[in-house]
């Protein structure tokens, strides 16, 4: 879904997101997933899963109202799949609805998609200086890959269940 201005993605502003606890109680979501190669997604199968959430909840009218809110969340329960969670407003008919309930401490990264591990040890290290241990990981990416080479930015946002 491409915001009026003809820009691909909205602006991100990384002040909002990073070192944020964030408190839900049965937020919901709709889910999808795709296959990985040790933990190595194949780039069309993403988009063409985001594109299908996005149209499924923008359909229902069941999405942020500001492009800016909108949260698509990653996980990889395993090597070979990665989950994408995209948070909705309420249930989306013909769509895996799910909710995520817990408490989630932020903290926003820039860099290449492969420092994830390296970002996750510097999460780990803020999250022991709070006392917080991670029960597992979520990654918002700010930008796809055209909009991060355009701004010079790949911020991502590590949310870390605790």
Do not use: Q
Request: net charge positive; charged share 25%; hydrophobic share 40%.
């Amino acid at each position: 879904m491409k915001p009026e201005n003809n820009e691909c993605c909205p602006t991100f502003r990384p002040a909002k997101w990073s070192e944020k606890t964030f408190n839900w109680e049965n937020k919901k979501f709709i889910r999808a997933w795709v296959p990985t190669f040790f933990h190595i997604p194949l780039p069309p199968m993403i988009g063409n899963r985001i594109t299908r959430l996005m149209k499924l909840a923008g359909d229902a009218k069941k999405l942020e109202a500001d492009k800016e809110d909108i949260l698509v969340l990653f996980t990889d329960p395993n090597a070979f799949m990665s989950e994408i969670y995209l948070a909705v407003t309420d249930r989306v008919p013909k769509a895996r609805n799910t909710v995520l309930s817990g408490r989630f401490i932020t903290k926003v990264f820039d860099g290449a998609y492969n420092d994830i591990p390296k970002f996750i040890k510097e999460m780990d290290i803020y999250l022991m200086n709070l006392n917080e241990t991670a029960k597992r990981f979520f990654v918002h990416y700010a930008y796809c890959p055209g909009c991060a080479k355009k701004t010079g930015h790949n911020f991502m946002v590590l949310f870390a269940e605790v």
